[in-house]
């Protein structure tokens, strides 16, 4: 069985060796421009802003960012939409948190409908916060505009009071109650946002499915023959059922912009190391959303600037560059047609729609490498992953007992990766982050456009899978065809959903994304860019948004538990 041979092969250091090989990652020996570059360890680049410069005065409130008309096709409840609702009294946060709460609890005897987006709740906690704010609305001093909003956390980042599992079975002995917020958490609870739990996620952020077979799997809100994406699966699920406007991921090989487009949602990948240091040279935190509105909210709150972290803190507050770009769009025509034919079109009409309709600049670009350097990125954090994965377990010498039987093989892999090919990727790196600042510095206010991913979602091949877990490297290979880059270079991207199309197999059409990719601190201009995409799927893609089957009304659920008075106590739910 898999199971069996996962476990031979943890074993076996020789066959983790003959798989590293077979997998090509040791391909860059063989480029010989390498020679010319030293290695670059992070990707960090802090862009440099005029002295006076200062946040810009487009303020977080309702005016600034309004409800999408009642008309709009497939419109979710937004961030702006729940503090008006609370500041009219037609809604109170303690109402939105009582009805949330029994369809995402796993510790009930009958589960919640939606609980399998979740590893933890504490529901203690949730109400305390929802009652706190629910008085503040009363009293007429909201913290935020985004006090009161339901909302969750991938179970990477650390939440006061929770453990972080990273998605790995639950182990009370390694894995110790935390005792502070990271920073993006801190921020989003110092605006009053109401944390409902952590969500699921894949067991490390190893793969691309969230195949979870520790805490489930979450089926893609569309069709539930369909994964979710990962790693950041739980988080883009809870976002796509409806059941919060923002959640807080994490992003390393495209674990936020993948499950953004397999879901129909909004994320951000923010520049490396712009919201926290997540002791990773690829990985960064950012949040998915459920409009642009609300990831802009989600970012500007958690973007700022954290004065006891010594790199965060070197960054300028969001919108504080005051400069004024050409409209732009950078395609590298032959990476682009990798894509599968029908998303491949669905990207053309939105490039089209730019060009012929928003006024923006098209321009032929090209990057060297583009297949050595997705190689380089994945080898890098396979071996992040391993030696983080060692140093955070009972028993070092048999670190890979509690893992999945698929990421047995593939951490076990990573973990044999020579030292002379992670200093050739790190060369790549730096050639590569060169290659994109010529490109940027010919062509100011250049967005890279590209799919977020060649592929028309990732089918569940089995429910056997769901079970047991899967290693498909080909297809993980494959799904990761564009979102590499900006991980391995550190500039942010942002996905926004543009389309759908037939499904496989299953009910229901499968959501496409399309991503922008920008220089480094260019976050404001890749959200602009995203208002406008959110507008061609609203008002110009054929039949507009479309939300999946199961998804979830919580203000006609709240208003309803209104209308018949919050009765229940903490005990009920």
């Known amino acids: 069985t898999f199971e069996l041979t996962s476990r031979s092969v943890s074993k076996l250091g020789f066959v983790q060796k003959l798989l590293w090989t077979n997998a090509g990652f040791n391909a860059l020996r063989n480029l010989k421009h390498l020679k010319g570059y030293t290695e670059r360890w992070d990707p960090t680049v802090i862009p440099l802003v005029d002295a006076d410069s200062s946040p810009g005065d487009r303020r977080l409130d309702s005016e600034n960012f309004p ?11 937004s961030v702006t939409e729940y503090h008006t609702l609370y500041l009219s009294g037609q809604l109170t946060p303690l109402a939105v948190a009582e009805s949330l709460l029994p369809i995402i609890r796993r510790d009930l005897k009958a589960t919640g409908r939606y609980s399998i987006a979740f590893i933890d709740t504490h529901v203690d906690a949730v109400l305390e916060a929802a009652k706190a704010s629910t008085l503040r ?233 583009v297949t050595e350097g997705q190689l380089a990125e994945s080898f890098t954090i396979l071996t992040e992953m391993a030696v983080r994965a060692r140093a955070h377990v009972k028993n070092p010498k048999d670190w890979l007992k509690d893992l999945n039987p698929a990421n047995k093989v593939l951490i076990g892999v990573g973990a044999q990766t020579p030292g002379v090919d992670y200093f050739l990727a790190q060369q790549l790196r730096n ?53 590499w880059m900006a991980n391995l270079c550190g500039n942010p991207a942002i996905s926004c959903p543009i389309g759908y199309v037939d499904p496989v197999k299953g009910q ?11 220089e480094w601190g260019s976050e404001d201009l890749l959200l602009n860019w995203g208002r406008e995409c959110e507008g061609y799927l609203n008002e110009v893609y054929p039949g507009g948004r479309q939300r999946p089957k199961n998804w979830n009304d919580v203000v006609l659920m709240a208003g309803v538990k209104m209308g018949a008075g919050s009765k229940s106590g903490p005990s009920e739910l």
């Open 67 to 77: 409800i999408l008309p009642e008309n709009t096709p497939g419109r979710y409840h």
């Open 431 to 483: 050639m590569l982050m060169q290659h994109l600042a010529f490109l940027y510095q010919k062509h100011p206010g250049l967005i890279i456009v590209t799919p977020t991913t060649p592929n028309s979602g990732w089918p569940i091949a089995s429910e056997g899978d769901l079970k047991h877990g899967i290693s498909d490297g080909n297809m993980t290979i494959r799904n990761m065809e564009y979102v």
């Open 137 to 369: 609305y009363e009293k007429g001093t909201p913290l935020s505009i985004l006090d009161g909003v339901p909302t969750a956390i991938k179970d990477d980042s650390d939440v006061k009071g929770y453990r972080t599992t990273q998605g790995r079975k639950r182990n009370d002995e390694v894995m110790k109650i935390v005792e502070e917020s990271s920073w993006p958490v801190q921020k989003w609870e110092e605006a009053g946002a109401v944390i409902l739990g952590k969500a699921n996620m894949h067991e490390l952020g190893a793969d691309t499915t969230n195949n979870n077979p520790n805490w489930g799997t979450p089926r893609n809100p569309h069709n539930d023959q369909y994964y979710t994406g990962g790693s950041s699966g739980g988080p883009a699920y809870i976002v796509s059922a409806g059941l919060c406007p923002i959640v807080l991921g994490s992003d390393g090989g495209g674990s936020i912009r993948l499950p953004s487009s397999y879901c129909g949602v909004y994320g951000l990948k923010p520049s490396h190391n712009r919201l926290e240091d997540t002791e990773s040279t690829v990985t960064v935190s950012g949040p998915l959303a459920a409009t642009i509105a609300d990831l802009e909210i989600a970012y500007r709150l958690a973007a700022a600037p954290n004065p006891d972290d010594p790199t965060c803190a070197l960054f300028a507050p969001p919108q504080s560059n005051k400069r004024s770009y050409p409209k732009i769009l950078g395609i590298y025509k032959e990476w682009f047609e990798r894509a599968d034919a029908p998303v491949e079109t669905l990207c053309h009409n939105v490039i089209k729609y730019c060009k012929d309709k928003l006024g923006y600049e098209i321009v032929d670009i090209t990057i060297p490498y």
């Open 508 to 518: 229901g059409r499968i959501p496409i994304g399309i991503m922008g990719m920008g």
